[in-house]
Nanobody
């Protein structure tokens, strides 16, 4: 199991930047994948970015070139650097971890952090 705690959300003007952090309660070195998802009011939760244990990254088309996912294994923390923010990036951002046990994958979620981008 793992507990995830997000931080770094807030209110920012369009064009600004924020860095979200996701602190894990255990080593993230061997976690299969970690990622960021977001959910805007009235919309479904959507993938923002993922990072595998092999350092493969994947980004939603809407954030490519603006957002960067990274990790610090020594701090058991995953980051999401968000630049050139747009009002449509406004959402609750959730950290996610995929752990493997046997042949099964188990998903864990943080509580979310609000990001609001004003125009």
């Amino acid at each position: 199991q793992v507990q995830l705690v997000e931080s770094g959300g807030g209110l920012v003007q369009a064009g600004g930047s924020l860095r979200l952090s996701c602190a894990a309660s255990r080593s993230i070195f061997s976690i299969k994948a970690m990622g960021w998802y977001r959910q805007a009011p009235g919309k479904q939760r959507e993938l923002v970015a993922t990072l595998t244990s092999g350092s493969t990254t994947n980004y939603a088309d809407s954030v490519k070139g603006r957002f960067t996912i990274s990790r610090d294994n020594a701090k058991n923390t995953v980051y999401l650097q968000m630049n050139s923010l747009k009002p449509e990036d406004t959402a609750v951002y959730y950290c996610n971890a995929v752990l493997v046990s046997g042949r099964d994958d188990y998903l864990y979620w943080g509580q979310g952090t609000q990001v609001t981008v004003s125009s």
